[in-house]
């Protein structure tokens, strides 16, 4: 019998329970999404979902697609498709292009590839497939390398981005059309951690992450975009396994149980809405560290990317219990908030080239300009130049002659009153050593007087900040200009 049923993007799942008197109670559950596909739909009606968000890796953000749910649902059959998944298994040679072209039932990943080879063939592609089993991580295009991968993190964070976290010694490989992806993609899928349970033949261990890295040149710009696909491991119910588990599967099961409970951890962390104090929002502490899983795909669950969660249920009501806790799952996942921005970066081998490429033009020009003639006309101009230069420089020797005869000569009455009427107070106070902050600042270019001449130590003529000084006598004795001034004494 069924558990669930779609109605257009509700998904309504029914569920039996035992009452303690023995009667059946049953309760009906209904969850909405962005899209929901029924039994009947083909991989063209999951590409025609997928491939919107898949053209923004082309605009220059990351993408990320997962898929989730319990083991034997069609999560990799999703991913791969049956071609691709037999040529694997069977260690048969990998198809080609136009034979997979004509494949309906190819799976996400390859139409990803066919779709990057069509919109940009003058990129560079470059593609890495990483396995996580046991919460170790392990080169699926080195199948003779049996050591684990140490996960690193970037010590330089830029602000307001994540620390990225990358893989050491990780194989990268470079591509340039589908048939050496889809090469690559059958040799790391042969390396998969598989085994036997009673859901399936040959489940898969291991969470498998393909990177396909996308570079296009836009003048002087680089921009890099990543496009993250990402088959689940299975999860199942110990009470399902059967007596007879294997200590090596008992561990298994185990491990990703618990990355995938950590995920929803994560996810459940991330889809609460934040907290403010005092109008500043306060940091949430996300478990990222608890799992590899979570710690390779920071930037895919938070950061900057898009991210599509597609998540596979069983209809069947034994396996109503895993259908709930997927479809929980993917209710916690659409309330996550993404943050993506345009990955574009300063080509610097492009910014010298254009530099150089200007000195050669420059220096050309500046050959070309003595060919013609031309560098006789600039020094023409040049030797124009120098003699204005030396009749201002000569004019400005004679005004300076002029000023310093004028300051011989002795100072006016009305240039005395002029001057006085400029003093703010009283000048009953003896002389300030530091300019005083009751006058103007220009004030401090004016002339300093005194009306004795005994300076002390000081420079005659002189006060301590340097002006020059005008003896105006004594009170008994004033000098004439005296007998118009308003005050005696005059602080710079």
Known sequence: AHCARTEGK???????????????????????????????SGQQEVWETVVPLVNKAFDGYNVTLFTYGMTGSGKTYTMLGPTLMESAFEGTAAPTSSHIGKDNNRGVVVRVMQQIFKQVPEARVSLNYVQVYQERCYDLLQPASTKPLRVREDSQKKPGQNVNVFLEDLTEVVVTNVEECLEYLILGFANVAFRSTNYNEQSSRAHCILTLTVQQQLGDRLRESKLRLVDLAGNERWVMTGPQISPQHARELATINRSMHILGSCLQTLSKPPVYKRGIEVDRHVPYRDSTLTLLLRDSLAGNSYTLMICTICCSVLYQMQTLSTLRFADRVKRVKMKATICDTMDHKEVQNQIQAEVEYLRAAVSGASARGDLQELKQRVSNLQKACLGLEGENRQLREQIAELEKQPLQKGTVKAATRRVRRTNSEPSLPTPDPWFEEEDLQAACYRSHDDMGSRMAGRCPKGHRLQSMGSIAHPHPAAANAAYFEWHC
Do not use: F, N, S, W
Not at 13 to 40: N, S
């Open 10 to 40: 509700k998904v309504v799942l029914t569920t039996e329970t035992l009452a303690p008197a023995g009667d059946k109670r049953t309760k009906a559950i209904e969850c909405q999404y962005d899209k929901v596909l029924g039994i009947q």
